[in-house]
C-alpha cells in the first residue's frame, strides 16, 4: 500500500514528554530544573543519566518508569490498524532510542513499526544509559527552524526519497511541536499533516497557510487520532486502487536522493526486525 504514517514520539503519540517523565518519576526534578539553563537538551539529558545511576536508579528502573507512562488504547488500536492495513509505519522523534523501544515494546507495538528515527541512546561499560544526538555539533544540519540536534525536515525529505524511490507514497505526519513544523513543509498537496490542536505545530501553520502544501487534519485526542487515519487511509486506499499503483511523482515535489554522510554524526535510524 502507498501510504507512510509517520509519528512524533512524545505529546503525540503519547500524552506526556518521556524525558520530563522520567526526571521527575525518579525524583531528580530539582536538579534537572538548576542545570537546565545551561545546558542543551540533550546534553542536560545525558548528564542527568549519570546522575541517576550515581543516585543508585538502574536502567531496570528507567525501563519501569517509562512503563507507567499512558499511552492511549485508542492510539495503539490506530497503529495496529494502519499496520495491519499495509502501512509503511515510522517514528520520527527528539526523544531517545532506549525511551522509544520501551514504551512500545511495552505496548506490543514495537514491530508495527519499519524505523525509528531519534537520538541515539545506549547503556555504557558501568551500567548507566548515555543519550547523544541525531546531528552531532561538529557537523550541524545548518536548518534555522530546528534545534541544533534534530532536523526532522532532513529526515522527512531521505524517507520521501527512500520511500518514493518506487513510486509515489503518500505521507501522512503527526505532531505536536515546533520540531515538527519543518518537516511539514517538506510535504506535498498529496500528503496529509495531522498537528495536536492548539498546541506549537498547529499555531504555526494556522501562522503560515501559504507555505503548508499538505493537506491539515488537527486533533485533540487518541479517539480523533483513530478516527482521522483510519478515513485518510481508506481514502487514500481506494485513490490507490483506482490508479492501479500508477501514480507519478509530481514534479512539484520530487526529491533527490540524499546519501547518508558523515554530517550525520552520530544519527541513528534502526530498521525494526521483523
Known amino acids: 500500500m502507498g501510504v507512510v504514517v509517520i509519528f512524533d514520539f512524545d505529546r503525540t503519540m503519547i500524552e506526556s514528554d518521556s524525558d520530563n517523565w522520567v ?56 497503529i495496529k490498524s494502519a499496520y495491519s492495513f499495509g ?17 512500545l515494546k511495552h505496548h506490543g507495538i514495537f514491530e508495527c513499526f519499519t524505523e525509528i528515527y531519534t537520538n541515539p541512546s545506549f547503556v555504557d561499560e558501568e551500567g548507566k544509559l548515555r543519550i547523544m544526538s541525531f546531528h552531532n555539533s561538529i557537523a550541524p544540519h545548518g536548518c534555522g527552524l530546528c534545534p541544533p540536534n534534530m532536523c526532522k525536515g532532513k529526515i522527512i525529505e531521505k524517507i520521501i526519497s527512500s520511500v518514493n524511490s518506487e513510486g509515489r507514497k503518500n505521507i501522512i505526519y503527526l505532531g505536536d511541536g515546533k520540531g515538527d513544523y519543518c518537516p511539514s513543509l517538506k510535504l506535498c498537496k498529496e500528503d496529509y499533516v495531522m498537528p495536536r490542536d492548539k498546541y506549537p505545530l498547529s499555531v504555526l501553520i494556522s501562522d503560515n497557510t501559504d507555505l503548508v502544501k499538505a493537506t491539515v487534519h488537527r486533533w485533540s485526542n487518541g479517539k480523533e487520532i483513530e478516527r482521522l487515519l483510519s478515513e485518510l487511509i481508506n481514502k487514500l486506499s481506494g485513490r490507490d486502487q483506482a490508479n492501479n499503483n500508477s501514480q507519478s511523482l509530481s514534479g512539484e515535489c520530487k526529491l533527490e536522493a540524499l546519501p547518508v554522510s558523515s554530517e550525520e554524526g552520530f544519527s541513528v535510524a534502526i530498521q525494526v526486525p521483523r
Open 23 to 78: 526526571v521527575t518519576k525518579l525524583g531528580a526534578s530539582s536538579l534537572f530544573d538548576l542545570l537546565r539553563p545551561s545546558l542543551p537538551w540533550n546534553s542536560l539529558m545525558d548528564r542527568m543519566m549519570t546522575e541517576l545511576h550515581l543516585q543508585g536508579k538502574s536502567i531496570d528502573d528507567i525501563a519501569n518508569s517509562l512503563k507507567e507512562m499512558f499511552l492511549d488504547p485508542y492510539i495503539v488500536s490506530a
Open 87 to 103: 502501512c509503511d509505519l515510522r517514528v520520527v522523534s527528539d526523544a531517545n532510542l532506549f525511551f522509544i523501544e520501551t514504551i
